[in-house]
T-cell receptor, first 113, second 110 residues
Framework: DVKVTQSSRYLVKRTGEKVFLECVQDMDHENMFWYRQDPGLGLRLIYFSYDVKMKEKGDIPEGYSVSREKKERFSLILESASTNQTSMYLC????????????FGPGTRLTVT | GENVEQHPSTLSVQEGDSAVIKCTYSDSASNYFPWYKQELGKRPQLIIDIRSNVGEKKDQRIAVTLNKTAKHFSLHITETQPEDSAVYFCAAETGTALIFGKGTTLSVSS
């Protein structure tokens, strides 16, 4: 059974702080993804990674960076958190890059004050 | 790039009725179209998907149809039950990623 875990369910940070969101998957998947979910806007892709140390920008990469040092772990970094980054962040992983099921983590509700 | 439009944004039905959610996409090269269900407070989970070499796929009470010429696909839920209440997302693949629709909130009242 695929398991995708995220480091925190809820997180409150102050404007300007550097924020790290971590995601771990246990299925040896090559591909990992970070989305943000906002009401009425659906799931929007921030970054994805198709291999260790490889990354690609998604639709809304501005203000974010990512790190993938190990196959099972994919980190999302907010270099200087802003209030408009208050959102639900979902991590996912998959065996194939696009035409395959994505397994989602439980999400991290980030509030930036 | 790929754009996915999903309608309606909200849908309310009585238990036992059918529900239909429709999506259109823009990239004719897309070949994979999944549907995800997200219950309140939970993670999205794949419920059914379809590839471009078939026009319809069924799994018990849910079915998906695909019209590649018109570039639209639909989710059909028959005999709806209260546990079908959730947000449903359609998506289309771009070759490197999935582009999701904005979601449909389905409410099934008993």
């Amino acid at each position: 059974d695929v398991k995708v875990t995220q480091s925190s369910r809820y997180l409150v940070k102050r404007t300007g702080e550097k924020v790290f969101l971590e995601c771990v998957q246990d299925m040896d998947h090559e591909n990992m993804f970070w989305y943000r979910q906002d009401p009425g806007l659906g799931l929007r892709l921030i970054y994805f990674s198709y291999d260790v140390k490889m990354k690609e920008k998604g639709d809304i990469p501005e203000g974010y960076s990512v790190s993938r040092e190990k196959k099972e772990r994919f980190s999302l970094i907010l270099e200087s958190a802003s209030t408009n980054q208050t959102s639900m962040y979902l991590c996912a992983s998959s065996f194939e890059l696009a035409a395959n099921e994505q397994y989602f983590g439980p999400g991290t509700r980030l509030t930036v004050t | 790039g790929e754009n996915v439009e999903q309608h309606p944004s909200t849908l309310s039905v009585q238990e036992g009725d059918s529900a239909v959610i429709k999506c259109t996409y823009s990239d004719s090269a897309s070949n994979y179209f999944p549907w995800y269900k997200q219950e309140l407070g939970k993670r999205p989970q794949l419920i059914i998907d379809i590839r471009s070499n078939v026009g319809e796929k069924k799994d018990q009470r849910i079915a998906v149809t695909l019209n590649k010429t018109a570039k639209h696909f639909s989710l059909h839920i028959t005999e709806t039950q209260p546990e079908d209440s959730a947000v449903y997302f359609c998506a289309a693949e771009t070759g490197t990623a999935l582009i999701f629709g904005k979601g449909t909130t389905l409410s099934v009242s008993s």
